[in-house]
């Protein structure tokens, strides 16, 4: 009988992702994802840039994540493991800017743990206008060099949002700022909607973004592209 803001992962399996939407659906409440960097200023302003263009785009969105002590949550089935405990993030990311679901995943892990704990990964996605995105996750870069960089190909533009301190367009910057991924913005959004018995489209959207990551782990396991379920709706 409560609203949700819930950490990411939503669930660790088809089946629990399956039962919390059932609740949802039945409780009258709201259920919101911490999925913070959609609401980022950088993304925010680049999706405004893309809709003036228009069309498909192309994204390619690099993680340099660094390694971690074995102790670390990322190490934690229980906690989803780097694929379902973070990549869900990127893959939100690339979701907002975009502008729609993902309907289709195909997903590679490195030889370095399991599919859910790999500290190397590459997830493909396809969206419902046709548009791709490729998030390249990987533990062995140098720790001075930048965690994120997105880069956005569309509407006969080019935008790279550096780490979330700036995007630039066609190599012309149009924000600059301190580092924010939208923290903040997301909390406040999401209290907004308890006023407004908004975020419907927001709830939707995490479950498709949820259901592509828990594809991305299937497709791990088969080395096939798997559907997300529900995403061609």
């Given amino acids: 009988g409560k609203h949700v803001l819930c950490e990411k992962p939503l669930a660790l399996s088809e089946e629990e992702l399956d039962d919390v939407e059932d609740a949802w659906r039945s409780s009258g409440r709201s259920l919101w994802v911490d999925f913070n960097r959609r609401y980022s200023p950088a993304v925010i302003e680049a999706r405004r840039l893309l809709d003036k263009s228009g069309g498909p785009v192309v994204i390619t969105y690099r993680v340099n994540a660094g390694r971690v002590p074995i102790s670390h949550w990322y190490s934690d089935r229980r906690q989803g493991g780097r694929l379902l405990g973070e990549v869900c993030h990127f893959v939100d990311t690339c979701s907002a800017l975009a502008g729609c679901a993902p309907v289709e995943v195909s997903a590679m892990a490195g030889r370095d743990g399991e599919s859910l704990s790999g500290t190397d990964v590459v997830v493909a996605t396809r969206f419902a206008d046709g548009s791709l995105a490729t998030v390249s996750y990987g533990s062995g870069g140098d720790p001075a060099t930048p965690k994120e960089r ?74 096939e592209p798997v559907s997300v379920p529900g995403g061609e709706a």
């Fill in 150 to 223: 997105v880069e956005v190909l569309g509407g006969g533009h080019t935008l790279v949002i550096d780490d979330f301190r700036s995007l630039r367009m066609d190599d012309r910057e149009v924000w600059s700022a301190s580092q924010d991924k939208g923290h903040a913005a997301l909390v406040s959004a999401f209290a907004r909607s308890l006023d407004s018995s908004g975020g419907q489209q927001e709830t939707g959207l995490a479950l498709a973004v949820s259901r592509a990551t828990l594809a991305a782990v299937g497709s791990i396991l088969t080395g």
